[in-house]
């Protein structure tokens, strides 16, 4: 399996509206990463427009939580060398070219060189609450395709990072994905 970095990725389209969407950035030969977005998505008609995107490296897992819960207003500033947004909350961010596009029915790849990278400040370590907060987001972005006993078991196994280690952000972030988990579950019953 390659790697994969969780970072908030922006693009924009042709009239430089900046759309921010969680996905994961796939490892690829040398240097370059892979965006796979899955059809339909905004970032995929955004991709095709302009081939330019912005990954960004935050510790502030509150975007994560937010863009899976209809909070997707977080200040964005230009990006240096490409056509795009840079998270105010990156502690780095890479500006990345599309390469190379694969077609796929479901999932088309876009393979991006680095452009340019930016360092913005320090990052603070691990959190296991940071952590549990993304598997939990994960995991509400595919409610509709998973049995309800494994969400179940997932929730509760994460939950027990975000009581011993969360910090206020971590908390609000994972309050939001709760939100979302409850009116789930109310569908459930
Ligand atoms: C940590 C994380 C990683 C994700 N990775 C991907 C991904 O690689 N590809 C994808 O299509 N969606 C991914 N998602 C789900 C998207 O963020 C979500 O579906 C998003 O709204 C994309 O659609 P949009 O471009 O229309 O906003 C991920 C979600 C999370 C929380």
Not at 19 to 31: E, N
Request: negative net charge; glycine residues 6%; charged residues 25%.
């Amino acid at each position: 399996m390659p790697l994969i970095t969780e970072t908030i990725v922006t693009t924009s389209n042709s009239a430089g509206d900046v759309h921010i969407a969680p996905l994961g950035l796939i490892a690829t030969d040398g240097d370059r990463w892979t965006i796979a977005p899955f059809k339909p998505s905004r970032t995929l008609d955004n991709l095709r427009a302009v081939p330019f995107a912005v990954a960004n490296h935050t510790d502030d897992v509150r975007v994560f939580a937010g863009c899976l819960t209809g909070r997707r207003d977080w200040a964005v500033r230009k990006a240096e060398q490409v056509q795009g947004g840079v998270l105010e909350a990156a502690l780095s961010h890479w500006e990345l070219a599309v390469e190379e596009v694969i077609e796929d029915d479901v999932r088309p790849k876009f393979v991006c060189r680095v452009a340019h990278v930016g360092n913005h400040a320090p990052w603070t370590g691990m959190n296991r609450a940071q952590a549990a907060v993304l598997e939990c987001a994960v995991l509400v972005s595919r409610l509709h395709m998973l049995p309800s006993e494994k969400v179940e078991a997932e929730l509760k196994y994460l939950e027990i990072a975000i009581l011993k280690t969360a910090g206020t952000r971590e908390e609000e972030a994972w309050s939001w994905l709760m939100e979302r988990v409850d009116a789930w579950r109310e569908k459930q019953a």
